[in-house]
């Protein structure tokens, strides 16, 4: 055992000894002693099993030493560390001294004490004391045959304890290991499920480039026999102005396939794990992809389903450092949110009613902020505190995981040092506010 664990030891030795007695104060005796502390006293009766008891011993101990100066000296007898020096056994004779105005006596007893160390902390979980003077054995004056039975036994519970801590250990282990991996699965169903949300937006996204090659393919198909006609001719100046008609179609065919391939590559980065990586991102970029993917996705499985979208997007923000695929699942979540808000206030049947759903940035001195609102029903008051606890969802049962906001709330905060809070008003919308360090 190393040197401050053993001062640490010692310390609280002295500290119970002195508690023990009622030298001191019993504030703090939930520092030395456990809760389930085993007190045997020198009476035949003194036996207590917890920490209440030890207390009613030290007050009894108190009202009986009203007027006394009580003072005592430590010898001691036996000391180890079994357990790999988390549990420790001392054995000591103490002899306590009883001042009454000028009268002084004293007697000696035998203390033998079991210290168990957990988060690199000491307390104490059984303490029996003796006097030596109700030993029966003539040839053992101090009972240290009875001591050695007594250790020996006290070995024997600190085995079977520590046996039973290992079991108990080994348990807790495989259930944080269970229950790491159900958060990982629950994790990655998230990412998969709203990553279905965006599949009919992307099919969607995609349809628009394809066409745009496909139309300019087919042009540039009758351009080609046109040229080679007029080349044969020898109508070079015509020639001259197909080629050029061409190439100008070519350069919107690489446009449109570029379009389609950033299409895919956001699509793939939104359902991989997260790198961890920050790396310079255009936020004003993923907002509005996020916002066209999940409206089109929408639109797609519920045809009559339509909102007014507005942005208004700060373009002095550039590029700033954060995690793509983990912020971007940020907004989306975020964005997917005010549109059920919407379609719900919608179907509620309220006349006139626009839905509307907004997606700003703006760069403050310090931070960036990304606002997604809504004009829907707002958030229940009973609901606002929890919004971000997980599985905690306001939507109908199969509709609603509730790791979204609780999982985006540890983006921002966790994985990003910023803020993540909630605005809303009954009946009138709600504004999600992300903040982030510029």
Avoid at 86 to 99: P, Q, R, W
Avoid at 234 to 246: C, L, P, R, S, W
Avoid at 389 to 413: A, D, H, N, R, W
Wanted: net charge negative.
């Amino acid at each position: 055992m190393n040197k401050e664990k053993e001062k640490s030891l010692n310390e609280t030795l002295d500290k119970a000894i002195k508690i023990g007695f009622g030298l001191v104060p019993v504030d703090g005796i939930e520092e030395v002693f456990a809760q389930k502390i085993m007190v045997i006293g020198t009476a035949v009766e003194e036996k207590y099993t917890s920490l209440d008891g030890l207390r009613k011993l030290i007050r009894m101990q108190q009202e009986q030493s009203q007027g006394m100066e009580l003072t005592f000296t430590r010898t001691e007898v036996y000391r180890d560390y079994p357990a790999d020096g988390n549990v420790a056994v001392i054995v000591e004779d103490i002899y306590l001294e009883i001042k009454i105005n000028t009268d002084t006596t004293g007697f000696g007893l035998r203390a033998s004490t079991i210290f168990e160390c957990k988060n690199d902390h000491w307390k104490m979980i059984h303490w029996h004391a003796s006097k030596p003077d109700n030993v029966q054995s003539e040839t053992d004056t101090y009972g240290i045959e009875e001591w050695k039975q007594k250790a020996d036994a006290l070995e024997k519970l600190v085995s079977e304890r520590t046996a039973d801590l290992l079991v108990k250990n080994e348990q807790l282990n495989a259930a944080i290991t269970n229950l790491k991996s159900t958060q990982t699965q629950l994790i990655q169903s998230e990412k998969m499920a709203s990553l279905g949300e965006l599949t009919a937006g992307i099919a969607h996204e995609i349809q628009n480039p394809l066409n745009f090659v496909n139309n300019f393919s087919e042009i540039n198909k009758e351009l080609l026999v046109e040229l080679k006609e007029e080349a044969e001719k020898g109508n070079m100046d015509e020639v001259n102005v197909i080629a050029t008609d061409a190439i100008a179609n070519e350069e919107k065919i690489l446009h449109h396939g570029k379009r389609a391939d950033a299409i895919v590559k956001g699509m793939l980065q939104h359902s991989r794990s997260s790198s961890g990586v920050k790396e310079p991102t255009d936020i004003n970029a993923l907002a509005d992809e996020y916002l066209r993917l999940a409206y089109h996705g929408l639109r797609a499985k519920d045809k009559s389903f339509n909102a007014t979208l507005k942005t208004d997007y700060d373009k002095s923000i550039g590029n700033i450092n954060i995690i793509p695929q983990d912020m971007g699942r940020v907004i989306l979540n975020l964005i997917t949110n005010a549109f059920y808000a919407v379609d719900e206030k919608q179907k509620s049947g309220i006349e006139n009613y626009e839905p509307t759903v907004t997606v700003a940035t703006k760069r403050l001195a310090d931070k960036i902020e990304v606002r997604v609102s809504d004009n829907g029903g707002g958030i229940p008051a009973h609901a606002v505190d929890k919004i971000f606890q997980p599985f905690f969802t306001t939507k109908p049962t199969g509709q609603g995981t509730g790791l979204g906001l609780s999982m985006s709330y540890e983006i921002v905060t966790k994985g990003h040092g910023g803020e993540l809070q909630a605005h809303t008003v009954q009946g009138q919308g709600t504004t999600f506010i992300i903040s982030l360090p510029a």
